[in-house]
Nanobody, 128 residues
Framework: QLQLVESGGGLVQPGGSLRLSCAAS????????IAWFRQAPGKEREGVAC????????NYADSVKGRFTMSRGNAKNTVTLQMNSLKPEDTAVYYC?????????????????????WGQGTQVTVPS
C-alpha cells in the first residue's frame, strides 16, 4: 500500500528556514514524480515544487523560486523541501504527493499533473 508521511513542519520567524521531509513506503520513489502542495485557510491548494528522481529535475512555483529547494533526501525513499527566507504568506498545511511516471517514461515533473497519492500534511506557520 502506497503511503506518504510528511514531517518537519513547525513555527518559524520570518526570514527563517525549515526543512520538510516526505517518506514513502510501499513503493520506490525512483519511478515517481513527487510534489509539494500547500493550502492556507480560505485559499485554494497551490503547487509549490515537484521533483523527478529519475530525471533529477525539479520545478518550482514562481512564489517560492530561489527560496525553496526540493531534492532527494539522505534517508532511503525520502525527498526533502528546504525552505529558506520564509515569509508569513508561506503559512499553510504542506502536503506531499506522488504520481507514477514509470509507464509514461517521463523524466521530469509538473505541478499541473493530477497527483494521486497524498500524505496527511504538516503545518508550517510563519507569523507576521
Amino acid at each position: 500500500q502506497l503511503q506518504l508521511v510528511e514531517s518537519g513542519g513547525g513555527l518559524v520567524q520570518p526570514g527563517g528556514s525549515l526543512r520538510l521531509s516526505c517518506a514513502a513506503s510501499g513503493f520506490t520513489l525512483d519511478y515517481y514524480a513527487i510534489a509539494w502542495f500547500r493550502q492556507a485557510p480560505g485559499k485554494e491548494r497551490e503547487g509549490v515544487a515537484c521533483f523527478s528522481i529519475s530525471g533529477d529535475i525539479a520545478n518550482y512555483a514562481d512564489s517560492v523560486k530561489g527560496r525553496f529547494t526540493m531534492s532527494r533526501g539522505n534517508a532511503k525513499n525520502t525527498v526533502t523541501l528546504q525552505m529558506n527566507s520564509l515569509k508569513p504568506e508561506d503559512t499553510a498545511v504542506y502536503y506531499c504527493a506522488a504520481l507514477n511516471t514509470y509507464y509514461s517514461g517521463t523524466y521530469y515533473c509538473s505541478l499541473l499533473w493530477e497527483y494521486d497519492s497524498w500524505g496527511q500534511g504538516t503545518q508550517v506557520t510563519v507569523p507576521s
